[in-house]
């Protein structure tokens, strides 16, 4: 195996006899002999130091893991060429980036758009894009008619921002072709989607509450009456199931004596803040609040407020998201946005 100081598994420094200095990624004999491909990969941003930069030092850490996976058995079904968009994606996905600290409540979403750009545009190399070629490509995520008309403008949205992040990724780690096509998509203006949540009226608040009671979800009538009335987001009532090294693990909703206290003072630090403001309530002022959390016995008032009701334990936001959906529906079909996570103003 070769491998520096920094790291860099299967960097080799060739110099020449004019003192020139080629670095190349070289993969094992043992994998160019089993068959794997390409044998080396030219290194054109390292500069030949003895020692290589981390970022060129990330970059071969993940050509080596790729050769790897062959040798396990685990090849992918179609490796990208190098110095395509499917390749920055697969980097972005695969080698420690920004994408490893998003949440697992967010990353499907990432996913969804990654693999609509992977699939429509990946071939294309990445210093060979245009402004034209990015605008074309928006209406074809966007699903656009003969007239131009864009149908689908939030799935469009959704992959243009998508092709932003992995391309500044690339441009950090100073791979050819990111920096022209990250500053072309800066320039770039795009369609910016209209919101699809509406804000809850009182009515439908208070109808929604009723109906969750009918259903015998007494818990989720509670987080209604919280997220309306205190204008939270869906996460920071309920909270989030979160993969760790432990297994998982719920963090961020809404615990009895932490952030609900005593003398019914809501204290809670917001997800929309990243957690570094706090939202403060006088729940005294909010007779629905109080009518739902007045009703939980006072030996019950220990660990997250909301539960659900046929686990007892914190909901899974696609649990809850479902029964959500249901209790509008009961309630008359309420024109209200999804999982009525945000929008809310407090009564």
């Known amino acids: 195996m070769i491998v520096d100081e920094n790291h860099a598994p299967g960097r080799k420094r060739m110099v020449r006899a004019n003192g020139r200095v080629n670095v190349y990624w070289v993969a094992s004999p043992a994998a160019v002999k089993a068959g794997y491909r390409p044998k080396t990969v030219p290194l054109s941003n390292d500069q ?123 441009k950090g780690l100073r791979f050819p072709g990111c920096r022209d096509l990250s500053e072309i998509l800066t320039d770039t203006e795009f369609p910016v989607p209209k919101g699809r949540r509406q804000a809850m009226s009182a009515a439908q608040a208070a109808a929604m509450v009723a109906k969750a009671h009918e259903l015998g979800w007494p818990n989720l009538a509670r987080a209604v009456a919280l997220q309306f009335g205190c204008a939270l987001r869906q996460k920071d009532v309920i909270g989030e199931w979160l993969k760790g090294p432990r297994g998982e693990q719920w963090a961020a909703g809404l615990l009895w004596g932490e952030h609900i206290k005593a003398d019914w003072r809501l204290e809670k630090p917001t997800s929309k803040s990243n957690f570094s403001e706090i939202a403060e309530f006088d729940l005294r002022l909010l007779p629905t609040v109080m009518a739902e959390l007045g009703s939980v016995p006072s030996t019950s008032r220990i660990g997250p407020v909301i539960l659900d009701e046929r686990s007892g334990r914190p909901y899974r936001q696609r649990e809850f998201a479902r029964r959500f959906r249901e209790v509008v529906r009961a309630a008359g079909d309420l024109e209200y946005g999804r999982q009525g996570g945000r929008g809310l103003r407090r009564l």
């Open 48 to 170: 030949g130091e003895v020692v290589a930069t981390p970022e060129i030092a990330a970059r071969c850490r993940a050509l080596w893991a790729e050769m790897l996976e062959f040798m396990a058995g685990i090849q992918r079904p179609s490796r990208s060429a190098v110095g395509t968009i499917a390749w920055i994606i697969d980097l972005y996905q695969d080698a420690d980036s920004p994408y490893q600290t998003i949440r697992a409540s967010t990353r499907p979403g990432y996913d969804r758009s990654l693999a609509i750009v992977k699939d429509t545009v990946g071939h294309r190399r990445l210093d060979t894009v245009t402004a034209a070629d990015v605008r074309r490509w928006f209406k074809k995520w966007g699903r656009a008619g003969d007239d131009g008309a864009i149908a689908n403008p939030r799935r469009a949205y959704g992959c243009a921002q998508m092709l932003r992040i992995v391309v500044k990724f690339g």
